[in-house]
């Protein structure tokens, strides 16, 4: 039997070899396709993402610690043109990014038990991914790593803004002061974290102690029904700051748990209600105009419950929103 070929077989993506006639592509899934680092010593980019394979944190469902593949492999519909000329953004009609060079260091050397040991390498990496880039991006793994993330940016006096259903405001939890419950409150005693927002909480707490402290710490809560009923620039009018990111230097984390388990399911710790995709975007849109975002991640994303991996596509989007909006300025 003859087969039949297209004249011109154009390959579909970059990643083809040499001699491959466009039907063999080879390499491995990047985030957004960008190149990989081989060499820590050398490379630089605009942007760098470190997956964070880690959920020894979980009180819960483990899982999140495939996130970073997850989210990788969402990525890749997103994966650019060989003339890279950023995105357009299709609801606002804005081009995004374009001119911003993106590189993939990894991920971080996750150890197999000690807590501590990986909170180390953590923070570690999180310095060694600040050295070749403007901007660092996180992706894990479940809430802990924020706090070692965090330790990182010990430069200058960071505003740390957290979406998520839940505040993590722990001081301990059967004596247990390192978990996904504990790292907003190890990262309140950082002394260079000075303020602390707390976006989209819900639920109810069993426990008076972590809510009572966040108060009592000068904590900003903004939660979830008081974005559905008013409307997100209503609801974030208490944050500092105004146009032009006068709100000073920020670090952002995003526990993918934020927005409406209907619509994004696959996480560790599903809390009923919540924020839509469309005002997380355009929180993080604010929080982008109001602050200098020096890093973000997010966190809680778990292929384990994502039998169609909506949420994984999700938290991809949500990276492009939150880094386009970075850098329109």
Known sequence: MTSIRHPAHEPSTPAVPRGGDGAIRHGFTSFYGAPIVEDMASWRADVGFVGVPFDAGTNDRPGARFGPAAIRDASARYHPSEEWRGYIDAERGVRIL???????????????VDLLENFDIITDAARLTRRGCRLPVFVGGDHAITFPIVRAFDDAPLTLIQFDAHQDYTDEKYGVRYSHDNHMRRSSELPHVRQIVQVGLRGVLERFEPYDAALRDGVIIVPSERIVRAGVPAAMAALPGGRGRSGGRAYVTIDIDVLDPAGAPGTGYPEPGG??????????LLVAERYDVVGFDVTEVDPVYDAAAVTARLAAKLMLDLLGAIFAA
Request: hydrophobic residues 40%; without cysteine; negative net charge.
């Open 275 to 284: 924020i839509t995709y469309y005002q997380l975007k355009d929180a993080l």
């Open 98 to 112: 374009d001119g911003v060079s993106m590189a993939d260091v990894g991920d971080v050397d996750v150890r197999t």
